[in-house]
């Protein structure tokens, strides 16, 4: 008896052998029936209750305006350049912190403007923006 002769007639499979395939899904659930668990990162306690009302204080909003001529005004009252310092420095101090406007002239040299934005840096305002108008539409 000779191995591997064309004698023999091979007979073709007309069945998939689905032993690999079962296999396979079994491996694949053991992976997902290990690893969901560890996925859950939620540890159980039990939280306070508590009602909070929502805030509803704006803070205060400060408007400092130079002129064209490099006068600063502090809420339309004209403020000496000597005073800008203190007056920064008492609204850096409270809680919660006001917001400070600058509204700089278009003529106003840039440095009027300059010089207001580190004053109230350097008393330690965090909240300074611009106010601009907008383009007229054509």
């Given at each position: 008896m000779a191995f591997g002769t064309q004698d023999e007639t091979d007979e073709v499979m007309n069945e998939i052998n689905m032993t690999p395939?079962?296999?396979?899904?079994?491996?694949?659930l053991i992976i997902f029936i290990i690893t969901v668990p560890v996925?859950?990162?939620a540890v159980n306690i039990d939280l306070p209750r508590a009602t909070a009302k929502p805030q509803d204080?704006?803070?205060q909003?400060?408007?400092l305006s130079v002129d064209a001529?490099?006068?600063?005004y502090w809420n339309e009252g004209r403020v000496q350049d000597k005073?800008?310092?203190g007056l920064l420095k008492a609204e850096a101090a409270r809680d919660p912190q006001p917001e400070l406007h600058i509204r700089g002239d278009k003529d106003v040299r840039y440095e009027r403007v300059a010089q207001a934005m580190s004053a109230?840096?350097?008393?330690?305002l965090r909240k300074i923006g611009f106010i601009?108008?907008?383009k007229p539409a054509n």
């Open positions: 395939l079962v296999d396979v899904m079994l491996v694949l996925m859950k990162h204080v704006k803070p909003t400060i408007r001529q490099g006068a600063y005073d800008l310092p109230a840096q350097q008393a330690g601009t108008e907008p």
